[in-house]
């Protein structure tokens, strides 16, 4: 069985993870969308999507693009 590696992440990444959580979190109550509205839209599970909303690093970067690009947050 393969050991699990914990990966480490700096105050600034960490801080910059739970900030464009929280702007998305923001921009879906601003479109007042439920958490699993937009969740049904993007093709991922609520918990998912709270746990973007948390900024968990541990998320898939392509499920956190694609909720941000749903409620209109610019990425480029």
């Known amino acids: 069985m393969p050991k699990s590696i914990t990966r480490t992440y700096?105050?600034?990444?960490?801080?910059a993870a739970a900030l464009f959580g929280g702007l998305i979190?923001?921009?879906?109550?601003?479109r007042k969308?439920?958490?699993q509205e937009l969740a049904d839209r993007a093709g991922i599970s609520r918990g998912l999507l709270q746990r973007i909303e948390k900024g968990d690093l541990k998320c898939e970067i392509g499920a956190?693009?694609?909720?941000?690009t749903i409620v209109g947050i610019k990425l480029f």
């Open 10 to 15: 700096s105050r600034y990444t960490r801080d």
């Open 25 to 30: 979190r923001a921009a879906r109550k601003e």
């Open 33 to 35: 969308l439920t958490a």
């Open 64 to 68: 956190v693009f694609e909720v941000a």
